[in-house]
């Protein structure tokens, strides 16, 4: 057990301006990260009667006379239990079951957006293993399966071993098996990348707690041998006859042997897996490794060793951590969602090794296949091939439920626990793959991308708290470089004030409009590119000391910044006039447009254009259109354009869905891949169901995540309806049309709002824009 002393050594290695704000993002707008949402309609007096009393006697009566009935009229089969003690709680060790919950909350957080999976979390103040199974074996008829999570070794073997015989449930602890799991599919992946057999291969661990000895089981089920592996733990090697730290779960692994320490067993190992402490192996260690070495450094935050100080001592190594920040990461989200996806599916008594095996497999294979365009534009559109910095996948990587989910419900149907066996896997999978782009992490691969090769991004409202803090995260994320436009004792005050770690010129770069070396500079920039938009000289000195959005957009004209951001003060189209005189239009663009992502429950949707174009023609909607389409693609999809109007598919001939169907016309001719269809009413694009009674040789599929709306009014009214009703994550607006990456803001834009505007803005700025939409443009025939 950790010390205080231990404890408080962990929480104050955690960067300060992090703590404050992982504290306010659990404390506000309102306290935790879970609610609990009807899934039915509760308008009306019928409905709370079917709902509840009387009518819910029914549902009742029927579960009684038949409890399989329970996974058609309740969510248990979708509803799953973590479940904690808080006896080992991520690094902090026992803090107990209350402040394990804001971790277990997590962790509910992740089985939601990854797999869609809904979970109770609950916290159980017992240590006692006979009491805490009975408590949890209890709890069996509320769900479809039990993740236990953050239960100490060696209580949580037991409490496991005991739960999984006396309940017809999948019990799976995350920690020990979603470890060994993933460990298993890169070991697996480096034994085939060194030439070298799993059967042959020297095995020696750091670390003998609960997933450790579960990647060490795995591996032996999948053909490691027994006397090929070397356990050491804090009391060193785990040797027939010691009596230190020893139980029947590390026994199993005790060798004949006078070795004693890590460094006495090391020699001729082919992998080093670590689950201790940073730090415990040594580069002079590496050197008496076989040759192309697997080093699985699990330790966080401190992995084992550095992979620097790896690769140093030895260039044919092939190293996994934990991080982020390295290739190879081992992270659980890679598993464990997908395995109980899969296992609820067909309603499975419970998670075996064979399930188990078949979720390494489909993880190891996956690594083999072509990086999707995800993960490519994750590493900046470089794409990963398998390989020593690839042996297992991203955990982004939007194919993980597409290959685990199947892959465990078909091992649970071929081994016989499964109750309800999915007849139909084409159909199974499309359902899948329905929910990859509904999962709500559109962001990612763009923050992934914009980390990948980040680009210098101004800001105008350099003194806002909420640039501050977006500037506070982008530079802790490593998206940007930021620039901001601001007076110094201001700005550096309101860092202070805030508990803000970033500082001038290590961290941010400052321009001052009352004292810079370029203002001259930028006078005379100004006035060449808007002299003959009404810009005297006298005006242009008077705004470029006053006007951020005038200083911003001159310095991105000049290069002296990669993209701006402006918009958090004063109103939209003067700052969009000032970027149209400074940084100008793309060639042969007729005007700018507006594209606004709007991340619902129900998925993620584009809306244009929201903000600028009052009244397109025809023409204009389906310029806007190509380059929406265009910025769809940097977020990971393939645009679903739906032209959409009061009419459907012509049911009137009004102006505005004449209008639309013109539009059609300008797209299928000059864009005849593009997946568009129309005109079409709002919930004809949201519905293939309602499409297929309407149009039913619709080239439009499934739903459609770019809305293009006939006027300024149609689409702004839906932005802002969406956004309260729907309860909506606004990103953008996005301008689309500029020269170079500009992007005006709102001023109800939030401090992660601009967070993620960066990175559509560093994505943005490392593709030639330029370029790339005249080319759109040429597609619509304007050039």
């Known amino acids: 057990m950790r010390s205080k002393r231990e404890k408080r050594d962990m929480v104050d290695s955690i960067p300060n301006n992090l703590a404050a704000n992982a ?49 058609e009229l309740t969510i248990r089969q979708n509803l799953v239990g973590v479940i904690s003690n808080g006896t080992a709680v991520l690094g902090l060790g026992n803090i107990g079951p209350l402040a394990s919950k804001p971790v277990m909350e997590g962790k509910a957080v992740l089985f939601k957006k990854f797999a869609g999976i809904d979970v109770f979390d609950i916290e159980v103040a017992e240590t006692d293993v006979d009491k805490l199974v009975e408590v949890i074996a209890a709890l069996e008829p509320t769900f479809g399966g039990i993740n236990l999570e953050d239960i100490k070794a060696p209580e949580c073997f037991e409490v496991e071993r005991r739960l999984r015989e006396r309940m017809n449930i999948p019990v799976f602890h995350d ?28 095995i020696v661990t750091s670390g003998a707690g609960a997933a450790a000895l579960a990647c060490l089981d795995l591996l032996v089920d999948l053909g490691a041998k027994r006397d090929n592996i070397f356990v050491t733990d804090i009391a060193g090697v785990v040797y027939k006859g010691r009596q230190e730290l020893m139980d029947p779960r590390k026994e199993v692994y005790a060798r004949e042997t006078n070795a004693r320490t890590l460094s006495d067993v090391i020699g001729g190992a082919d992998v080093f897996l670590g689950l201790s402490a940073g730090g415990v192996l040594k580069p002079e260690m590496l050197k008496e490794m076989e040759a192309k070495p697997l080093i699985m450094a ?19 190594a092939m190293i996994c951590t934990g991080r982020s920040d390295y290739p190879n990461q081992v992270n659980n989200v890679l598993c464990f969602p997908f395995i109980f996806r899969g296992a609820l599916d067909v309603a499975a008594t419970t998670i075996n090794e064979e399930m188990k095996i078949a979720a390494v497999n489909a993880i190891a294979q996956l690594a083999h296949e072509p990086p999707s365009d995800v993960v ?180 991105v004209k000049r290069g002296d910044a990669d993209a701006m951001l402006c918009g958090l003060e004063g109103r939209f189209h003067s700052r969009l006039r000032h970027i149209k005189d400074i940084i100008g239009l793309v060639p042969n663009a007729t005007d700018f447009s507006a594209m606004s992502l709007m991340v619902t429950n129900h998925g993620a949707f584009f809306l244009t254009d929201t903000h600028v174009r009052r ?47 013109n539009a059609l016309e300008i797209l299928h001719r000059r864009a005849p891949d593009l997946e568009v269809d129309g005109e079409m009413q709002a919930d004809t694009a949201l519905s293939q169901a309602i499409r297929d009674r309407v149009m039913p040789n619709s080239r439009l599929r499934g739903e459609a995540n770019v809305l293009v709306m006939p006027n300024l009014d149609s689409a702004n009214i839906a932005f802002a309806m969406t956004k309260m009703m729907a309860d909506a994550l606004p990103v953008g607006p996005i ?35 330029a370029i790339e939409r005249e080319e759109v443009l040429s597609r619509v025939g304007l050039v």
């Open 23 to 71: 504290l306010l993002y659990h404390r506000l707008p309102r306290p935790g990260k879970l609610e609990i949402q009807a899934t039915k309609p509760l308008a009306t007096q019928r409905d709370l009667a079917l709902a509840y009393s009387p009518g819910v006697a029914a549902a009742s009566l029927e579960i009684a006379d038949n409890p399989a009935a329970a996974t």
């Open 175 to 202: 920690d020990q098996h979603g470890t060994a799991i993933i460990v298993a599919a890169a070991i697996l992946n480096g034994m085939e990348m060194g030439g070298k057999s799993l059967a042959n291969a020297k």
């Open 298 to 316: 699990l330790a966080n935050p401190y992995p084992e060793i550095d992979p620097e100080a790896a690769y140093a001592a030895r260039s044919d």
């Open 376 to 555: 490519a534009r994750a590493y900046g559109g470089e794409a990963r091939q398998y390989g020593k910095d690839s042996l297992i996948p991203s955990p982004f990587d939007p194919r993980l439920i597409l290959r685990i989910a199947p892959a465990v419900a078909k091992a649970a149907m071929a081994t016989g626990v499964a109750r309800k066996p999915i007849e139909d896997f084409v159909a199974y999978e499309e359902v899948l793959s329905r929910f990859v782009f509904r999962s709500g992490f559109i962001m990612k691969p763009v923050i992934q991308a914009a980390k990948a090769n980040p680009k210098r991004v101004i800001y105008a409202e350099g003194e806002d708290e909420r640039v501050l803090r977006a500037v506070q995260s982008v530079v802790e994320e490593g998206i940007a470089y930021p620039i901001l436009i601001g007076r110094p004792d201001v700005i550096n005050s309101r860092v202070e004030r805030f508990g803000l770690s970033i500082r001038q010129d290590r961290d941010f770069e400052l321009i001052n409009p009352n004292d810079d070396p370029r203002y001259k500079d930028y006078v005379a920039t100004y006035l060449e590119a808007a002299g003959r938009h009404g810009i005297t000289p006298d005006a242009a000195r008077t705004l470029v000391r006053t006007n951020s959005t005038v200083i911003a957009a001159l310095a």
């Open 615 to 661: 009244d397109p023609a025809a023409f204009e909607i389906a310029e806007m259109a190509l380059m929406c389409a265009s910025h769809v693609r940097r977020f990971g999809l393939t645009p679903k354009i739906a032209l959409v109007s009061h009419s459907d598919f012509g049911s009137d001939d009004a102006p505005s869905a004449l209008k639309m169907r």
């Open 735 to 769: 301008l689309i049309g500029a020269a170079k990456p500009a992007h005006v803001l709102t001023p109800s834009v939030t401090s992660r709002g601009i967070v993620n505007m960066t990175a559509v803005s560093v994505a943005e700025a490392q593709s030639d824009t």
